[in-house]
């Protein structure tokens, strides 16, 4: 099917910019083999952008055409439509953001119905981020999704409060990571990433109970649990007191952490936390990461994802390499 984006729509950055990215990508990622494999889900470069940062991908789209990325990691789908938390919602911190949206979201029903349409008709590669508030839910969630066309992968987000255990979330224990795993491994045949939470004492446990219970890939990591206080008024600047830090001030926990969980599993990683450039980008990489996603940078630069792939191809032409011989190199003694 051809392209339906109209490049007219390029209105953010001026088509001449974009265009000179996509060849770029296109001149040099051919030759250094950008295509990358997550556990069967197969991506044309291995640039995704990362859920909550990037909605359902219309808003970008006059900045990027969905076609060109690895593929479009949604905004998190739950069961029933969700308002989110009360305001403020995000502040801004000296490296990141603190956000507490509070997983606002149309439900899967108004997804199936109103944003899946619109990735497929862009031939997005669509990554569902999906998240429950029980065991049963995730597992209810997941069969909805399972069959729909234009979904290749669903990434499952441990890191949300489980109601049956008094708020604690999933991801932070390897028990209910792996029962969640199970849930969901039972209602489809599509890739499951499973999203693991930093916020835990060994991330290396939690990723080797979702490899056992049959995720096909590793994301990670989500954001680190953070707060922000006004010393004009004294008082917590989110509306919900908490909410999760992400920018470059996570960036060096993230890259630790891809690379004790790819010396521990053998699943694919997809990496993420603070990349904002090839250089990012490459440090994850290099760590054991085949694929990244790029979320906080879209905010404030809404061609990053465009310009992270661009940087990789030519890194890897710099330096002669294929993008599977870059995947954890940095491991080789």
């Known amino acids: 099917m051809a392209a339906v ?5 390029w209105i ?3 088509q001449e910019r974009v265009a000179a990215l996509l060849a770029q990508i296109g001149e040099l990622g051919v030759p250094v083999g950008l295509a990358t494999n997550l ?6 470069n291995p640039v995704i952008t990362a859920s909550g940062c990037y909605g359902f991908g219309q808003e970008y789209a006059p900045a990027i055409p969905p076609e060109a990325l690895g593929a479009i990691c949604t905004k998190c789908v739950t069961l029933e439509p969700r308002a989110g938390n009360k305001p403020p919602r995000v502040v801004e911190t000296p490296a990141g953001m603190l956000n507490s949206i509070g997983l606002q979201n149309p439900g899967v029903d108004g997804f199936l119905r109103t944003e899946l349409p619109w990735l497929r008709e862009h031939q997005a590669r669509v990554i569902v981020n999906i998240a429950g ?8 969630l997941v069969a909805k999704l399972d069959g729909a066309p234009g979904i290749s992968a669903i990434e499952v987000n441990v890191s949300c409060p489980n109601v049956e255990r008094e708020g604690m979330a999933f991801g932070v224990s390897a028990k209910s990571t792996e029962a969640v795993m199970r849930a969901v491994r039972r209602e489809t045949s599509l ?3 499973c999203k693991l939470t930093p916020n835990v004492t060994d991330v290396v446990e939690i990723a080797r109970a979702a490899e056992e219970a049959g995720a096909d890939v590793i994301s990670l990591i989500n954001t680190l649990l953070g707060m922000s206080i006004d010393t004009a008024t004294q008082k917590p600047v989110l509306g919900n007191v908490f909410g999760g830090l992400s920018g470059p001030a996570v ?3 993230a890259v630790r952490m891809v690379w004790q969980v790819r010396q521990a599993v053998k699943l694919p990683i997809i990496g993420m936390g603070g990349i904002a450039d090839a250089r990012d ?10 694929a990244i996603m790029v979320g906080t940078a879209c905010f404030t630069n ?4 465009l310009e992270v792939a661009a940087g990789i191809a030519a890194y890897l032409d710099q330096h002669g390499l294929q993008l599977e011989e870059a995947i954890g190199r940095a491991h080789q003694r």
């Open 5 to 9: 984006h109209n490049k007219d729509s």
């Open 133 to 140: 508030r029980t065991i049963a839910e995730y597992g209810q």
């Open 251 to 253: 960036r060096p926990v």
């Open 302 to 305: 809404p061609l990053a994802p």
């Open 12 to 14: 953010w950055a001026g």
């Open 39 to 44: 556990g069967g889900l197969r991506l044309r």
């Open 191 to 193: 890739p499951l990433i």
């Open 281 to 290: 980008a490459m440090e994850f990489i290099l760590a054991g990461a085949s």
